[in-house]
Nanobody
Framework: QVTLAESGGGLVQAGDSLRLYCLASGCDISAYRMGWFRQRPGAGREFVGV???????TYAASVEGRFTTTRSNRKNTVYLQMDSLQPEDTAVYYC???????????WGQGTKVTVSS
């Protein structure tokens, strides 16, 4: 069972950058697909981006070109670099782990990002 813990959230201004961290424990995540999701105030959880076991990435259209996810299997950690942040990026951000096929099986507790205008 993979346990995930996000960190790095905070309050920033529009145009700023922020880097989120997702530290995994309990299992080696090198074979896992690692996803990022967010939940904006009053909205449901939405997909942000994903990095596969071999480093391929896919992003939501709303963050493409501004957000980048990477991973360090040595550190059992996944990162989400967020640049050019906008107020509409305000949300609780979650990371999730899943095997290459199937649903995500583990979720973190989330880290809050607030972007002021």
């Amino acid at each position: 069972q993979v346990t995930l813990a996000e960190s790095g959230g905070g309050l920033v201004q529009a145009g700023d950058s922020l880097r989120l961290y997702c530290l995994a424990s309990g299992c080696d995540i090198s074979a896992y697909r690692m996803g990022w999701f967010r939940q904006r105030p009053g909205a449901g959880r939405e997909f942000v981006g994903v990095i596969t076991w071999n480093g391929d990435t896919t992003y939501a259209a709303s963050v493409e070109g501004r957000f980048t996810t990477t991973r360090s299997n040595r550190k059992n950690t996944v990162y989400l670099q967020m640049d050019s942040l906008q107020p509409e990026d305000t949300a609780v951000y979650y990371c999730a782990a899943g095997l290459p096929t199937g649903s995500y099986e583990s979720w973190g507790q989330g880290t809050k990002v607030t972007v002021s205008s």
